[in-house]
């Protein structure tokens, strides 16, 4: 199994940008997916950003055209570009991959926007 580890989170004014990290432990260049989800306090985690191997980056409405999801595959990251964050944003972001059959999630990290 993957082991990830996220960093970039932290406290933001509404406006601000931050750049999320997720770095796995080993080579995921063949995972059939990798993206970001969030969990607000008392909401269900959702996807935030996604893709899939041999297809296209999907984004959550709420986000399209202010986040970004890319990959360093020599470094074994997966990226989460936030920029124009909102108060709604505020959340704990996880990262996710799968390999084949199995998934795996970081730890999350905090992302917190004031208004």
């Known amino acids: 199994q993957v082991q990830l580890v996220e960093s970039g989170g932290g406290l933001v004014q509404a406006g601000g940008s931050l750049r999320l990290s997720c770095a796995a432990s080993?080579?995921?260049?063949?995972?059939?997916?990798m993206g970001w989800y969030r969990q607000a306090p008392g909401k269900q985690r959702e996807l935030v950003a996604g893709?899939?191997?041999?297809?296209?980056?999907n984004y959550a409405d709420s986000v399209k055209g202010r986040f970004t999801l890319s990959r360093d595959s020599a470094k074994n990251t997966v990226y989460l570009q936030m920029n124009s964050l909102k108060p709604e944003d505020t959340a704990v972001y996880y990262c996710?991959?799968?390999?084949?059959?199995?998934?795996?999630w970081g730890q999350g990290t905090q992302v917190t926007v004031s208004s």
């Open positions: 996710k991959v799968n390999m084949g059959l199995a998934g795996s």
């Open positions: 893709f899939a191997r041999g297809g296209a980056t």
């Open positions: 080993r080579n995921i260049f063949s995972a059939n997916f």
